[in-house]
């Protein structure tokens, strides 16, 4: 079974640019978290998703911040512009029903 | 204060020693679980043991639960110098659907 996949593993770019994470969930997976560890803290929820829908998108930060799950499948986060404190390791997990979340290896951006 | 705190945050040891980490939490929970991350690298799971579990082992690593105490540990021993890494511990709650995650140790194990 193919584990949670994210892409790119290492992005870098400028401030003010934009970037998109992507992220592919284990087949038949329900649920999807964006979850993200910045500056070496704690690592922070962003958003649950059930299917295509929000369920909590509490954490996101703030309006720079957009994910979307279209179809249920996969999801993106675009982070517009980017900010030196957006730089930090992004990870995304899958689970379904009340099952453990099953975590991807995580984006690296780099924001200079 | 935050849901799910490791203490410490720092440790530093040496190569063949135990290493103990802790962590608190404050709502009721269905599982809690272990993660180790390399630095700047991914989440790797490294055990989850549910709520009506007190102990459990899984090669080198040793986790308690105590949830009169919300509480749990992390041991690993005969340490390694390729353990150096975060440890964060999880918590997942039904009603939340989310995990949340402590603060995280940060081990060093010299060579």
């Known amino acids: 079974e193919a584990g949670v996949t994210q892409f790119p593993s290492h992005s870098v770019i400028e401030k003010g640019q934009t970037v998109t994470l992507r992220c592919d969930p284990i087949?038949?997976?329900?649920?999807l978290y964006w979850y993200r560890r910045v500056m070496g803290k704690e690592i922070k929820f962003l958003l649950h998703?059930?299917?295509?829908?929000?369920?909590?998108e509490s954490g996101m930060p703030n309006n720079r911040f957009l994910a979307e799950r279209t179809g249920g499948t996969y999801s993106t986060l675009k982070v517009q512009p980017a900010e030196l404190e957006d730089s930090g390791v992004y990870f995304c997990?899958?689970?379904?029903?009340?099952?453990?979340?099953?975590f991807g290896p995580g984006t690296r951006l780099t924001v200079t | 204060s935050q849901q799910g705190e490791e203490d410490p945050q720092a440790l530093s040891i040496q190569e063949g020693e135990n290493a103990t980490m802790n962590c608190s939490y404050k709502?009721?929970?269905?599982?809690l679980q272990w993660y180790r991350q390399n630095s700047g690298r991914g989440l790797v799971h490294l055990i989850l043991?549910?709520?009506?579990?007190r102990e459990k082992h899984s090669g080198r690593l040793r986790v308690t639960l105590d949830t009169s105490k919300k509480s749990s540990s992390l041991l690993i021993t005969a340490s390694r110098a390729a353990d150096t890494a975060s440890y964060f511990c999880?918590?997942?709650?039904?009603?939340?659907?989310?995990?949340?995650f402590g603060d995280g140790t940060t081990l060093t194990v010299k060579p």
């Open positions: 997990a899958s689970s379904q029903g009340t099952g453990r979340p099953y």
């Open positions: 087949s038949g997976h329900d649920n």
């Open positions: 998703f059930v299917k295509e829908s929000k369920q909590d």
């Open positions: 709502t009721s929970i269905n599982n």
């Open positions: 043991i549910r709520s009506n579990e």
């Open positions: 999880a918590t997942y709650n039904t009603n939340a659907g989310k995990s949340t």
